[in-house]
């Protein structure tokens, strides 16, 4: 059985209105680069979480190991409904049969590395956003880059090279 590549990727990557502002930041070369082999499955936590499109920009706050989901301008705590949603999100990716994941860089939700504002002692800190650190989490096997990795060639074949084994692991384990 031969089954396609899905790469889960952030909505806003693939030219999708889905950011905060209401615009997007398509990456059309990563998406060619993909496009061939692989399904892409769009998603946007903060959207598909129902924050809105426009929404108030937010930010990660507190304690790097556990931030807050914050917005910045009207101070609404929005962790617990982003990790409830989180929840929810990655139970339905566990059943579509994922080979990777493609997230925005420093973004709240999607980010790898993000910053975490009001962590204290005068030194930067850093958090994977709410959702990415929780997919890493769950999937700590899958394959997962932003797209400011991938625009390196050398690292863009690298996660390439990633996937294709992580698929003929999974297609192994099905047999």
């Not at 209401?22 to 998406?31: A, D, I, Q, T, Y």
């Not at 204290?120 to 797209?147: T, W």
Request: charged letters at 25%; a neutral charge; one cysteine or more.
């Amino acid at each position: 059985m031969n089954t396609p590549i899905t790469i889960a990727i952030s909505a806003c990557l693939l030219g999708k209105n889905t950011r905060y502002d209401g615009g997007s930041r398509p990456e059309p070369l990563l998406v060619a680069a993909l496009g061939s082999s692989a399904s892409l499955l769009p998603l946007c936590p903060e959207a598909e979480c129902g924050f809105g499109i426009p929404r108030e920009p937010m930010q990660l706050e507190g304690d790097p190991k556990n931030p807050r989901l914050m917005t910045i301008t009207s101070r609404s705590d929005l962790t617990d409904r982003m990790r409830t949603w989180c929840d929810q999100r990655l139970k339905t990716l566990a059943d579509q049969s994922l080979h990777g994941l493609i997230l925005k860089a420093r973004s709240p939700s999607c980010g790898k590395e993000v910053a975490v504002h009001g962590a204290g002692n005068g030194k930067p800190a850093y958090s994977p956003g709410l959702f990415a650190g929780l997919a890493m989490e769950r999937f700590p096997d899958l394959p997962v880059a932003d797209e400011e990795e991938l625009r390196d060639p050398e690292r863009l074949k690298d996660f390439l090279s990633r996937i294709t084994s992580g698929k003929q692991n999974t297609q192994e384990n099905h047999r």
